[in-house]
């Protein structure tokens, strides 16, 4: 974690992001016995997230990145655009650098994957309300090694969208793109026309193609 992070006082009221609802219940029960901090909505979707946020203006936001419709990434941007003093925690099982930079780049002020101890979630709460940017520990290795290896293609990585990364990472892992239109609650059309804005972006015609460019850009092991 960067720094420390001061005890809060005041009532720290918090909107909770993320599509199972097992999980939010199991970090609610967490959140909650550490007052001031408490739960004043949950939110399965980007677009449920934004809505609360508009709706009741919350202190903070602990949100997942992988979101059915609206990234969590898409919600951050647009939650930032609308409020720019908007403090959110970034909490999700990614650790790979390119998301944690395109969260930070987004305005995150936070980002701790769901791998990270407990007291280090609350921890990362309490950093982020004093709006200090804090980072799990894995999630600051990643950070290093990748700017120790100066990956070639960072670039083409980079001008993918949230979006369009999130479904790079679901086509390299062999998921059809039926099977990502479900998940992600989009059109197969939708899909299959951000399947070819990847390729283009990152310079490939074929999926052969596109599946070396993820192994060179580090996203196969």
């Known amino acids: 974690m960067n720094g420390f992070a001061p005890l809060v006082d005041a009532p720290v009221g918090i909107l909770l992001v ?20 408490h739960i004043v909505a949950e ?13 009741l203006a919350p202190d903070l936001v602990v949100m997942d990145i992988t979101l059915p419709g609206a ?7 647009r939650i930032l655009a ?8 970034v909490f999700t099982m990614h650790r790979d650098a390119t998301f944690v930079e ?10 701790v994957t769901k791998s990270s101890p407990p007291d280090l979630l609350v921890q ?10 804090t980072l799990s520990p894995d999630v600051q290795e990643e950070l290093a090694a990748l700017r120790r290896a100066g990956i070639s293609g960072r670039n083409a990585l980079a001008a993918l969208s949230a979006r369009e990364f999130e479904i790079l990472r679901m086509l390299v892992a062999a998921r059809s793109r039926e099977d990502i239109a479900d998940t992600l609650h989009l059109s197969l059309k ?22 070396h460019a993820a192994r060179q850009l580090g996203l196969i092991d």
Do not use: C, F, W
């Open 102 to 111: 395109k969260a930070l780049e987004s305005g995150a002020l936070g980002y």
């Open 43 to 55: 939110a399965g979707s980007g677009e449920e997230a934004y809505r609360l946020y508009t709706e």
């Open 82 to 89: 609308r409020d720019r003093d908007a403090r959110v925690l």
């Open 190 to 211: 939708t899909v299959l026309n951000i399947h070819y804005q990847i390729k283009s972006k990152l310079g490939v015609s074929t999926d052969i193609e596109l599946m």
């Open 71 to 77: 990234s969590g990434i898409q919600t951050l941007q």
């Open 18 to 37: 993320d599509d199972h609802a097992v999980v939010r219940e199991g970090y609610r029960r967490l959140i909650e016995r550490h007052p001031p901090l």
């Open 124 to 133: 990362a709460i309490r950093a982020v309300h004093a709006r200090r940017q």
